[in-house]
């Protein structure tokens, strides 16, 4: 398959079966270990790991290769006490008048609030924005242009993903917050008119006292469906491959 963009033979490491396993069940280890934290150390942690997270993040595939994404990653402590003031007025009518009885009994287990001081404790803020469209400068007119961006939103979605994956694998706590609306986000950080404010992770370490709510995840069973050969016949053979047929 050849399109127009120059190409290059694929750098692709070939692994031995029992090598696959070690690193799959290797990363499904720690990855289950992941819990999202709302109590955090003030302790700092190097821009480093910071900016080799949003390296992986930016290596996600996305539409087109567009990559429809900006991170703005946040140390300064004037700029996180004004992400927690404007955060906290837009959660606070949130939970007091925009979120429905069936919501806040969602939340309940958790006890969240819309009280967000770990804003400012935190050493690191990684505000992800998605690029609802391109911009580009005409070389002959020098006019700014639009140009429409495919699938942005999934596509910085797998970006977030990796991102708190990566981090998550170099020792760090995170949690996803996504106090709504966030158009304060692009007017406080100054971002172009092009940027959606897709989710705020706060970054560091856990407090010494930091709990999470005993909670689990689905069963395997809950979320996954398996079509192989053998259970597309067996379905078959039972009559589930006849749409009209009650079960």
Do not use: C
Not at 2 to 19: I, K, Q, V
Not at 137 to 157: A, M, Q, T
Request: glycine share 6%; aromatic share 8%.
């Amino acid at each position: 398959m050849t399109g127009t963009a120059p190409s290059r033979p694929l750098e692709f490491e070939s692994l031995e079966p029992e090598e696959q396993l070690r690193r799959s069940r290797e990363f499904l280890q720690r990855m289950r270990r992941r819990r999202t934290v709302r109590d955090f150390s003030s302790r700092p942690v190097p821009y480093e790991l910071i900016e080799n997270a949003i390296r992986v993040a930016g290596s996600a595939p996305s539409g087109a290769n567009q990559q429809p994404w900006t991170f703005v990653a946040i140390s300064d402590p004037g700029t996180k006490r004004r992400i927690r003031i404007a955060a906290e007025a837009e959660e606070r009518v949130s939970y007091e008048s925009r979120m429905s009885d069936e919501w806040l009994a969602a939340l309940e287990p958790l006890g969240t609030t819309w009280r967000k001081p770990f804003l400012e404790v935190v050493p690191w803020i990684i505000v992800v924005f998605r690029q609802a469209y391109g911009l580009s400068i005409d070389p002959e007119s020098g006019e700014e242009r639009r140009f429409k961006h495919y699938y942005s939103e999934e596509s910085v979605g797998i970006a977030v993903g990796l991102l708190l994956a990566s981090l998550h694998l170099a020792g760090l706590a995170t949690v996803t917050h996504t106090p709504g609306p966030m158009k304060f986000l692009a007017e406080l950080l100054g971002r172009p008119a092009n940027e959606r404010a897709f989710v705020m992770i706060p970054v560091g370490y856990p407090a010494p006292y930091a709990r999470v709510p005993r909670i689990s995840k689905k069963e395997l069973g809950d979320i996954l469906l398996r079509i192989t050969p053998e259970e597309s016949q067996e379905s078959q053979n039972s009559g589930f491959a006849d749409a009209g047929h009650p079960h």
